[in-house]
C-alpha cells in the first residue's frame, strides 16, 4: 500500500497525499497518530511542513531522518482540528477571549436549564474510585475536577481535546489533581486504552452524524472488557415539552448536528452495539439522556 493510500482524512473523507501532511515534532504529549490525522494547516506555529520527506513510512507517522530527530523522539501527528469545529463553534472553544466567559460553571447551568449537577452527578455514578478513565472532550465549568476528585489518587483521570486551547484551559483547572492528565488527541482516535470508563460529557451533539460514528466506535473500541461508556447529551423532549420549540430553534440557529440525537439513539451510533449491553435514562421531560453501553466481559463476548 502506498503512503498515498495509507493515510485517508477522516475530516474530509478523501485521501490525503504524503507530500500534504505535516506533524509536530514537540507533541510528545499527542496520542499515537491516527491513520486518519493528517494536515498542512498550521495550528498554533508548532507544525513542521515536511513536503521534502523521502520517507516510505505508510503508518501515517512520517519518517524523520530529514529533520535530523532522535529516533527516541518518534514524531507524532498532531490532530487536525477539524472543519465542524472551524466552522460552527469557533466562538465557543477556539476564541480565547469567550473562553474566560463561558468557563463558568453559572454558564453551564443556564446552557442546561438547570440540570447541569444532576446530569453531572448521574455520570458520576456510573464510574468507580480507583479506575482508568479517559474523559473524551473538556466540559467548561468543573466537571472535570469533580471527576478526579470522584476517582480519587488511586484512579487515572485522561483528559481528551482536539483544540490546544482547551488543553491548556482544562490542565491548569486539573492542576493539584496528579491522578489526572490532559492531552491532545482527537476523540476519533482518542489512544492510552484500555479504559475502565469512558466519559463523554454533552460531545456527541457538536459532531457532524459521520463523525459521531467514528467517535461512538472509537470510544468503545477504547474500553476495557466489561467497562462503561458513560454518554450524557441532548434526547428527543416529549412532544408536550415546554421548551422543544426553544431548543428546536436554539439548535437550528447554533448547533446544526444536534438533531441527530433526537432522531437516532446513540447506540444507532454504533458499528459494533452488540458487543455492549445499553442502558438509557432520560431527564427533564426527556430533554436530556444518559446512555451507558458496557462492553460484554470476555466470556460472555466469546459465548455470542
Ligand atoms: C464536550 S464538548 C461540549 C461541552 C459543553 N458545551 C460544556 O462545555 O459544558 C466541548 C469540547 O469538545 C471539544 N471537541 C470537539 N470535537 C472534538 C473531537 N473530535 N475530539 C476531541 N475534542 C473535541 C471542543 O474542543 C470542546 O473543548
New binding site residues.
Partial sequence: MSTEEAVISMHEHRAVPSSEMSVNTMAADAAPAPAAVTTNRPLNGMLVDLRRSTSSDTSGIVGTNELDVPPAARLRALPRV?DY?EET?HWA?LDPRNLALLDRQQV?SV?LWGNDRRLRRAALTQIEPGQKVLQ??????N?SRALARHIGPRGSLDV????PL?VANCRRKLKGFPQATVRL????APGGGPYDAVSC???LH??PDD?KHA?LDALLGSLAPGGKAVFVDYHRPHWAHPLKGVMSIVFDLLEPFAKGLWNKSIAGYASRGGDFAWRTQTFFGGLYQMTVARRHPRSEADAR
Fill in positions: 477539524p469545529l463553534y472553544y453551564v446552557i473524551a472532550a473538556c466540559v467548561y465549568g466537571f481528551i481535546d482536539v483544540v482547551q488527541a482527537d476523540a476519533a460529557f454533552f460531545l457538536e459532531l463523525y467517535v
